[in-house]
C-alpha cells in the first residue's frame, strides 16, 4: 500500500514568488492535514480537509492556503514567499471522520526561499 | 491555549541503556496523547498513543503511561537499540473533529553501539 507522497521533494524560491505543494494520501484516506516544520517553532498546524472542505485551520497568515479534489489529492499554496516561509511542509492523511489524531504523514516538501 | 512541553535534546544513549523521555501538557477538557517519531529522512510515524487516563500506550518496546493527575505522559523503553535513534516528538488532540494535534519541539535520541 502506497503511503502519502508529497512533490516535489525539494524546492528554491526567491521572496515575492509563490509555491504549489502537491500531496497524495494513501488510497481510501479522505482527510489531509499539512504542517510546517522548522528549528525554532517545530510542528505548526497549517490546515485539514476533509471531503474538499476545510476542517479546521491553524493561525498562519492569508498567504497560506490550501484545497482538496474530489480524489482526495490537495495542494497547499504559499504567495508572496518571506524568508520566513522556509521549511520542511508535511502532509498527512487519515481514513477517519472522527479526526482521532492518528496520521499518516509523507516524507515532507523541503522550501528554501532566497 | 493547549501545549506541549517536552524536555530538550539532544539525549545519547549506549545500547541497552534505558530510555525516558519527559512530555508534559496542557489542555482544557481531555485530550488524546500521542507519541510519533521521526527517523533520519522520514516522515512522522504514529508510536503510540492513550485515549484517557491511566491508559498506556505500547509499540516496539516503548510504553507511555496517560498521567491525568500530573499531566504527563513520559516515554520509556527499558533498552535501546542503535535502529531507535531518531526525534520523538510527544502531541496532543482536544476539540473532538475541530481539534489538531498540537506537538512538542522534539527530542533528539542518538544511540551508540
Known amino acids: 500500500k502506497a503511503g502519502v507522497t508529497q512533490t516535489p521533494r525539494y524546492l528554491i524560491k526567491t521572496r515575492g514568488q509563490q509555491v504549489t505543494l502537491s500531496c497524495s494520501p494513501i488510497?481510501?484516506?479522505?482527510?489531509v492535514s499539512w504542517y510546517q516544520q522548522t528549528p525554532g517553532q517545530g510542528l505548526q498546524f497549517l490546515f485539514e480537509y476533509f471531503s474538499e472542505t476545510q476542517r479546521n485551520k491553524g493561525n498562519f497568515p492569508g498567504r497560506f492556503s490550501g484545497r482538496q479534489f474530489s480524489n482526495s489529492r490537495s495542494e497547499m499554496n504559499v504567495s508572496t514567499l518571506e524568508l520566513g516561509d522556509s521549511a520542511l511542509y508535511l502532509c498527512?492523511?487519515?481514513?477517519?471522520?472522527?479526526?482521532?489524531?492518528?496520521?499518516?504523514f509523507g516524507e515532507g516538501s523541503r522550501l528554501t526561499v532566497l | 491555549g493547549d501545549s506541549v512541553t517536552q524536555m530538550e535534546g539532544p539525549v545519547t544513549l549506549s545500547e541497552e541503556a534505558f530510555l525516558t523521555i519527559n512530555c508534559t501538557y496542557t489542555?482544557?477538557?481531555?485530550?488524546?496523547l500521542f507519541w510519533y517519531v521521526q527517523y533520519p529522512g522520514e516522515g512522522l510515524q504514529l508510536l503510540l498513543k492513550?485515549?484517557?487516563?491511566?491508559d498506556k500506550g505500547s509499540n516496539k518496546g516503548f510504553e507511555a503511561t496517560y498521567r491525568k493527575e500530573t499531566t504527563s505522559f513520559h516515554l520509556e523503553k527499558g533498552s535501546v537499540q542503535v535502529s531507535d535513534s531518531a526525534v520523538y516528538f510527544c502531541a496532543l488532540k482536544s476539540g473532538g473533529s475541530q481539534g489538531n494535534l498540537i506537538f512538542g519541539k522534539g527530542t533528539k535520541l542518538s544511540v551508540k553501539p
Open positions: 498527512a492523511s487519515s481514513r477517519d471522520q472522527t479526526n482521532t489524531g492518528e496520521l499518516f
Open positions: 489542555a482544557t477538557g481531555y485530550p488524546s
Open positions: 492513550a485515549t484517557k487516563a491511566d
Open positions: 488510497s481510501g484516506h479522505r482527510s
